[in-house]
Structures are given as structure tokens and as C-alpha cells.
């Protein structure tokens, strides 16, 4: 009774422990990693919403203003002085408002070239390459960066691109961009008056985040090991384990309406928002996506292996069709000979090493997905049929030596 108990825990513990142990393999090897974490980042800086919020951003930051009523208004006067009438005067001095919004869309144009160029993307990787240890900061209150956190607001600053463009205008000939002051410009990238319990949370996952993996294998392991009935307890571990983690994808995904719903005011495009959150949980998604199909895999195999009816049925029927084949070789002079015999004698450590060979496949690949588990699966289905295939031709040797000996 004790053993099934401890049975039953290990395996509910591993359920829950699996897509707590992918948030915080995420936390540390993505979050906390400069070299991913620019890696994940990057792409952002091609992104058109990103893009268009920089530009709105940069533009603002310049801030470059030239005072068209009153620049105008001194023009007519000079102009009257001169003798122009006084209607074409009037003319001169009401294109003040219109003097403003050319040199508003200059400064956007001008933004919208620098932020386009190739320049921006190494402007934009540099950032978040200094910003590396500001994301530290911002999950666990330690470092400083390019990336700052100001009451639950997270900020990246943009100074470094507000001088690229103060360089480009005064290149360009603009006068006024001269004026610019240089100063830190600040561009939002996320605020939430939960950043507290995130930096809790994410501080406790960084440090358990070297040893969780091994930690949810072991107790999974255990957990199969002491039921009574394994194949049946590792179906059940494998497919709790693919819920737990659709679960949390759910979860991920409401969250980001949620939080895509509730931006504050200092977050100036809710696309650029979404842009953020969607590359930073990328690969927890993908995670997510591979442990679900990972367990859907495990579960069934488990269950097709099973004394059930329907198991049993697909087996046998497998087992006739590879007959059928090799029966229908064999009348065309197809034949498997010694290999075929072989195979038929040492099926059982042949599946086993197929299964053992795509197992090792899957844990050195760098990092799977759902496709990669697809892929394998694929791959393993082959060396079975073929394994079948090859015993199959063995059986019909057998047959047709029997009689003969």
C-alpha cells in the first residue's frame, strides 16, 4: 500500500514539476543568458511595429521645433516694409502652422530612414547586448544596463539612436537639429505593478534552474519504477505531464491578452507590446509545445504495447500486413534469407535498439520542438517497419525449409 502511495505522489509531483522545470530552464538559460538573449531580441529590430514605435519615439525625442507663426510673421513684416501688399503678407504669415508640420514630417522621414537602414539593427543589438545585465535586474533587482525598471515600468533607452538621428538630420542639412539636447531618451517596454512577485519568482527558478531537469527525471523514474503496474503508470506520467503543460501554454496565452489589454500609458504601440512579449516567451513556448507532443508520444506508445483489445488488434494487424508482403516477395523471388532469419531471432533487441538509438537522437539535439519529436517518431515507425518487415521474410524461410528438412 505504502509503495503505491509513494507511487501516485512521485507521479503527480513530476506532472506538476515538468512545466515548472521548462519556466525555469526558460528563466535561466534565456533570460539570464546575454549571448541568447540578444539571439532572441534581435529579430525585434526588423519587426515593423518595433520599428514604427521607435520612430514615434525618436521623433518625439528630438523634439525639434521651429516657431513657424513667429518665423513667418517676421517674414511679412519685412515684406511690408518692402512694399508687398498687404493680402500677400497676410498670404506669408498664415503658412506659419504649415512651416511646423514640414518640419515635423522631415524629422519623422528622417527617423523612419535611420530606424530602416542597417544601421539600426546594430544599434539595437549593442543595446541589448548592454542591457543584458538590466534583465537581470529586472527578474532578479540586481545590475544595470541600458534597460532600467523605474516602479514596476521596464524602459530601454534609445539614446544611442536619438544621436544617430541628430547626426543624420544635421547631415541632412537641418539647422535646428543642432538644438538637440543629449539626453537619455526612454523607450517603454513593459510595465506591470507585479514586477515585485515576477522578481520573487524569478530568482527562485534561476537557482533551481541548473538541477530541475534531472531532479523531475529522477522523480518521474521513481515514480513508474514503484507501481505495480509500470507500462500503465508511465502512460499516465506522460500524459498528466503534456496536460500540465497545455495547461500553462493556456495560461501563457491569457496572460498576454490580459496584459495586452491592460497597457499603461507609457507603452506607445500595443503591436510593439505584443511583439515583445510573443519574442521573449518564443522558446518557453516552443518548450511547452515539445514536452505536450513529447508526452502525447510517450503515453501512446505506452498504450500500444498493452495487452488491451485494441492494441493487441493493431500489433496483429501490422504483424499480417508484413506477412502479406513478404509472402507476395517471396513468390516473385524477393528474399530476405539469412538477414531475414536473423532478424526474426533477435527482433526483441532490435526494437529495444531502435527505440534506445531515436531516445539519444532526441536528447542531443540542441533544442527540440514538436516538428524534431514528429520527425523521430517518423524515423523510429521506419526502423520498426523495416525490422518487421526483414522477421517477417525470416518466418516465411522458416516455413519453407521445414518441410524440406
Known amino acids: 500500500m505504502a509503495r503505491v502511495t509513494a507511487s501516485g505522489v512521485l507521479a503527480v509531483l513530476a506532472c ?94 528622417a527617423a523612419t530612414r535611420v530606424v530602416r537602414s542597417d544601421r539600426f539593427p546594430r544599434v539595437w543589438d549593442q543595446a541589448n547586448r548592454r542591457a543584458h545585465t538590466a534583465i537581470v535586474q529586472v527578474l532578479t533587482g540586481q545590475g544595470r544596463g541600458a534597460v532600467d525598471v523605474r516602479d514596476g515600468t521596464v524602459v530601454l533607452e534609445v539614446g544611442t539612436a536619438v544621436d544617430t538621428l541628430k547626426k543624420q538630420l544635421e547631415d541632412e542639412g537641418l539647422a535646428p537639429a543642432k538644438a538637440i539636447p543629449s539626453t537619455d531618451k526612454e523607450l517603454v517596454l513593459f510595465s506591470s505593478d507585479q514586477l515585485g512577485k515576477i522578481r520573487t519568482f524569478a530568482h527562485v527558478l534561476d537557482v533551481v534552474g541548473n538541477w530541475i531537469i534531472p531532479a523531475v527525471v529522477v522523480i518521474a523514474a521513481a515514480g513508474v519504477l514503484l507501481a505495480r503496474r509500470r507500462r500503465r503508470a508511465l502512460a499516465r506520467v506522460a500524459l498528466g505531464a503534456a496536460v500540465a503543460c497545455l495547461i500553462v501554454a493556456i495560461l501563457l496565452s491569457v496572460a498576454r491578452g490580459y496584459y495586452l489589454d491592460h497597457l499603461p500609458a507609457q507603452v506607445q504601440s500595443r503591436d510593439a507590446a505584443a511583439a515583445v512579449f510573443d519574442t521573449l516567451v518564443r522558446f518557453l513556448r516552443q518548450a511547452l509545445r515539445t514536452a505536450i507532443a513529447l508526452g502525447v508520444v510517450l503515453a501512446l506508445g505506452a498504450y500500444l504495447v498493452g495487452p488491451g483489445r485494441l492494441p493487441v488488434a493493431v500489433r496483429g494487424g501490422c504483424e499480417h500486413a508484413a506477412d502479406s508482403v513478404a509472402r507476395w516477395a517471396d513468390r516473385h523471388q524477393v528474399r530476405t534469407g539469412r538477414a531475414g532469419t536473423w532478424t526474426l531471432h533477435h527482433r526483441r533487441w532490435l526494437t529495444l535498439g531502435a527505440v534506445i538509438a531515436v531516445a539519444i537522437g532526441f536528447a542531443a539535439w540542441n533544442t527540440p520542438t514538436a516538428l524534431v519529436i514528429l520527425g523521430l517518431v517518423l524515423i523510429l515507425l521506419a526502423l520498426l517497419t523495416v525490422i518487421a518487415l526483414l522477421a517477417a521474410g525470416g518466418r516465411v524461410t522458416d516455413a519453407a525449409d521445414r518441410p524440406a528438412a
Open 16 to 109: 506538476v514539476l515538468v512545466p515548472l522545470a521548462l519556466i525555469a530552464v526558460w528563466v535561466h538559460d534565456i533570460a539570464l543568458d546575454t549571448d541568447r538573449y540578444v539571439a532572441t531580441m534581435a529579430p525585434l529590430a526588423r519587426n515593423r511595429a518595433i520599428q514604427d514605435a521607435a520612430v514615434v519615439r525618436i521623433a518625439r525625442a528630438v523634439d525639434v521645433r521651429v516657431n513657424g507663426p513667429a518665423a513667418t510673421a517676421q517674414l511679412a513684416a519685412w515684406l511690408r516694409s518692402h512694399g508687398l501688399p498687404p493680402q500677400a503678407a497676410q498670404a506669408v504669415q498664415n503658412l506659419g502652422p504649415q512651416l511646423d508640420t514640414a518640419v515635423d514630417d522631415a524629422v519623422r522621414k
